[in-house]
């Protein structure tokens, strides 16, 4: 079962409920056309036995289910060298559901805000309770298990950071970061200060609910009232435990065709948590799943701190203090990583064992090599 089975069978039917953006629009286009002939591609053969078997092109799309494994495996190999050999901390900071309308409304505004707001929080206590500067890796995922919109930050933080004017490493507590009570006021606090800037930018001036000169203001009170969530989990010990957890989060998309249980004419059931599931109308699935395609040009994933490419010489003073941090793997080319991934070499045939030689595929939608 392939999510881009269910985009080709119903795309027409949500575009003619929903208007969708440039992005979405975009999105489905590349998830409908990823792996065909569509996008061209090539025939492995098989020397000695004389089978073939088509293999096409992908769209690389970020919000493509079939397109992130690679891109997974790629991006953890370059952060390897930057990781140090520190314990590390999962802390998630939640956007409230009284601003998930505005999220949805102006969502690179919000997201950034969300990101500075969880940022300078972050190290804002480093510099208050350890004197010293965190690194931190900030990931945005904007969905929860059945497809529903919650806007919300994966940060894996060093247990300590690096103090410059002590010239060493200041340890957090072995189990405890910070004061998750104290943590979400601040990050409350910052958050509503980067959306009132944003509100005297002009960022939100078609927002049904501004047209009242009060609107703004309402809305800041209510989202003030209620305690905001921020969760923080035990550490890791290991940083090669940190970037195999690291490396789930960084690249999935919404749902992955792995959790598709049945595609019927009317109706998908897929998995959600803890043995549920959920099911809906196709058109209901894929508007759900659109509510997650980011801006163009939106970086989800942001390293701050020690991890910001500004400090790589207070990193690398770090680590040494620290150890010697992981060693960068080999470059590997796709085909190399995909073995090393799945356990398949494709330069030999799967029948016979022979070599396989491959011959390039034009894209269906090329014009002729040849002119008539």
């Known amino acids: 079962m392939d999510i881009a089975d269910i985009v080709r069978a119903h795309r027409g039917a949500l575009e003619s409920i929903h208007c969708l953006t440039r992005e979405q629009k975009r999105v ?8 065909t002939a569509v996008l061209g591609g090539h025939v492995d053969r098989c020397a000695r036995c004389g089978h073939e078997h088509p293999a096409y092109n992908s769209c690389r799309n970020r919000h493509c289910p079939k397109c992130q494994a690679l891109a997974q495996e790629q991006w953890i190999e370059a952060r390897r060298a930057r990781m140090l050999d520190t314990g590390h901390f999962h802390v998630v900071f939640t956007l409230p559901a009284e601003l998930r309308p505005l999220a949805a409304f102006a969502p690179r ?28 890796t900030l990931v945005l995922h904007t969905w929860t298990r059945d497809l529903r919109f919650h806007p919300h930050i994966h940060a894996i933080v060093t247990a300590g950071g690096w103090s410059t004017q002590r010239a060493r490493w200041c340890p957090t507590h072995r189990r405890f970061l910070f004061p998750v009570t104290a943590v979400a006021r601040v990050f409350r606090a910052k958050m509503l200060q980067q959306l009132n800037d944003a509100h005297r930018a002009h960022d939100f001036d078609r927002f049904d609910d501004f047209v009242d000169p009060e609107g703004f203001s309402r809305l800041m009170q209510r ?32 749902i992955a065709n792995s959790r598709l249980l049945a595609v019927r004419e009317h109706a ?49 003073r770090a680590a040494t203090h620290l150890g010697r941090p992981a060693r960068r793997s080999p470059r590997l080319d796709w085909r190399a990583r995909l073995a090393a991934l799945t356990g398949r070499d494709l330069g030999i045939c799967p029948h016979c064992g022979g070599p396989l030689s491959s011959v390039a595929v034009p894209r269906s939608r090329d014009p002729p090599r040849v002119a008539a």
Do not use: M
């Open 28 to 35: 489905l286009t590349d998830i409908a056309q990823c792996r």
């Open 223 to 254: 989202a003030a009232r209620p305690a905001w969530n921020v969760y923080a989990k035990a550490p890791f010990a290991k940083a090669g435990h940190v970037l195999a957890y690291l490396g789930r989060y960084t690249h999935r998309v919404g």
């Open 268 to 316: 998908v059931t897929f998995r959600t948590k803890n043995g549920r599931t959920e099911t809906l109308s196709p058109v209901a699935f894929l508007r759900r799943f659109v509510r997650h395609v980011l801006p163009d040009g939106l970086h989800k994933i942001r390293h701050v701190g020690l991890y910001a490419s500004a400090s790589a010489k207070t990193r690398k």
């Open 109 to 136: 505004v919000v997201y950034d805000a969300l990101f500075a707001a969880a940022q300078r929080t972050l190290l804002e206590f480093g510099r208050r309770r350890l004197h010293a500067t965190l690194g931190a």
